[in-house]
């Protein structure tokens, strides 16, 4: 890309203010909207250490093009249940985006499971058909 090119784009984007809530967006801004991640698989151990953190690794497709992306992982517990909500965020207004679809591939998701035996992750979907993994801990 060369230094005009860049400074074109620089120029394009320094007057936008970016929301994350709203109705509707006025021409110099751009909105941010959340939405539900659709996961498609997801690897873990069946066990671990007891005491010691389960890394598990997360598949998803996220849209259909640069304009939306991973945004964070929500957990909580409910006694040996681990809730996990992937959370994804959806650009629009005068943005540019990738025209390729967008992926999770093996994103990195860190639970530090309470003082347990045995317990399960639970993946919320959109669809309500939700992912299960049960994990027990070895100590």
């Known amino acids: 890309m060369s230094l005009v090119s860049i400074l074109l784009v620089t120029a394009c984007y320094q007057n936008q203010t970016v929301r994350r809530t709203g109705t509707v967006a006025e021409s110099n801004e751009i909105q941010v909207e959340e939405f539900p991640v659709h996961v498609t698989r997801i690897e873990a151990k069946d066990r671990i250490p007891a005491g010691e953190p389960l890394v598990v690794r997360v598949w998803a497709q996220l849209g259909p093009n640069g304009c939306y992306r991973f945004d964070r992982f929500e957990v909580r517990w409910n006694h040996e249940v681990a809730i996990v909500d992937v959370i994804g965020i959806h ?49």
């Not at 591939?105 to 979907?125: A, I, K, M």
């Open 91 to 139: 650009k629009t207004g005068p943005i540019m985006c990738t025209m390729a679809p967008t992926k999770m591939r093996g994103v990195e998701l860190v639970v530090y499971p309470p003082d347990l035996s045995v317990f399960e992750l639970v993946f919320n979907q959109s669809d309500d058909k939700e992912i299960r993994h049960v994990v027990r801990a070895d100590g």
